[in-house]
């Protein structure tokens, strides 16, 4: 009963900590004979490492993988392949600064797992916060970059894209919706004229030691009809805690989820034609917890980071009342380095639901 592993058939289980010599995880269930290298795991792992831009924490990692096992080539094969074994992925800690947690030793964040952690088992992590920190995410990263390579085998390109479209209380203007654009700003934000207004926002921030959530969205197209089952085993329940799963995110939604409580039935309905098509989409590609074949559609609500500067009323661990307040380097806005890591949750659910569905119907 660790619940460190993720998944079913595609099976992920993460290991280390965030101030630890390395992390890492072993993904198994990982079908052979498809190409694989270290290349194609650090893109996605540049994309989420900290020091990428002011705003998110200045901690150096390069956060450079090793694949350690599960993969094969000889003088015969022209590329290294899977062998259908499990993955071994290693990702060294190289820029820990462990003495910025000693005034927190003995003292809970509020709003943060340190209690909780505590509460549960009787000694925690201070330093970086162990499992609690977001550096655990780089190994979800580096297995969702192999479960792209499992489905764009068994389905051609799908294609999972994620962007950041609320900061605080700063949000995009849809209508200016521009994938490419994320690639060009520290934001992920698919809103250009929205970059500078969040910069200054962040900006004030960063200066004043605080912290805002985000909202992210994921975008999955290519994913066929068919994933998920009905009940217990539904697509759209596993990736909402698939996201959930994720250090920091409070709530998710599926297609238009809440919005769809202020709907009418003729609003919310997705309508068909021919071809199939559907005329809108709503429901995020998921009807009745399987899979439509349109855009698989979600968000995620990040909380603002609880390392502030600002001091706030606690406990200690004798249960003593006094007040806490954190040093060293955080992020003003963690939703940032969030944007990936949701494209790799989304990822390692569509992947093992992919070979589920491959198990039960050929």
């Not at 290693?90 to 943060?112: C, T």
């Not at 929205?194 to 994913?223: C, D, F, N």
């Not at 539904?234 to 709907?263: H, P, Q, R, W, Y």
Request: net charge neutral.
């Amino acid at each position: 009963m660790s619940h460190n592993t993720f998944g079913h058939l595609f099976r992920v289980t993460t290991f280390g900590e965030s101030h630890g010599p390395a992390l890492g995880c072993v993904v198994d269930g990982c079908p052979p004979g498809i190409a694989l290298t270290e290349a194609d795991i650090q893109a996605d792992l540049d994309r989420r490492k900290p020091g990428s831009s002011k705003f998110v924490t200045q901690r150096k990692e390069p956060d450079a993988v090793r694949i350690l096992s599960g993969v094969f080539q000889d003088e015969r094969m022209p590329e290294q392949v899977t062998t259908g074994t499990p993955i071994a992925l290693l990702i060294e800690n190289v820029d820990q600064r462990s003495k910025d947690y000693a005034d927190i030793r003995d003292k809970f964040r509020p709003g943060h797992a340190d209690y909780t952690y505590w509460a549960k088992y009787g000694v925690r992590d201070y330093k970086g916060s162990g499992r609690a920190s977001a550096r655990e995410t780089a190994a979800r990263v580096a297995a969702g970059a192999v479960a792209r390579k499992v489905l764009n085998s068994l389905y051609g390109e799908v294609k999972i894209r994620a962007a950041l479209i609320q900061v605080g209380t700063q949000k995009i203007d849809r209508a200016r919706w521009d994938w490419a654009e994320t690639a060009n700003n520290p934001f992920f934000c698919p809103d250009a004229s929205a970059v500078a207004p969040w910069t200054e926002y962040l900006e004030s921030i960063r200066k004043a030691g605080s912290s805002v959530g985000a909202i992210v969205e994921v975008v999955a197209e290519g994913v066929p009809a068919g994933l998920g089952a009905p009940i217990y085993g539904k697509l759209d329940a596993d990736l909402a805690s698939a996201l959930m799963s994720i250090n920091a995110v409070k709530g998710v939604e599926i297609g238009d989820g809440f919005l769809t409580a202020a709907m009418t039935g003729e609003e919310n309905a997705d309508e068909m034609r021919a071809g199939p098509a559907f005329l809108a989409n709503h429901a995020g590609g998921i009807l009745g917890g399987i899979s439509s074949g349109q855009p698989v559609v979600a968000r995620f609500a990040v909380k603002p980071t609880s390392s502030i500067l600002t001091p706030k009323q606690t406990i200690d661990v004798t249960g003593a009342e006094t007040e806490v307040f954190t040093k060293g380097r955080h992020d003003p806005c963690v939703g940032i380095r969030a944007v990936p890591i949701g494209e790799a949750m989304m990822a390692l659910t569509l992947a093992d639901h992919a070979l589920r569905h491959r198990g039960q119907n050929g």
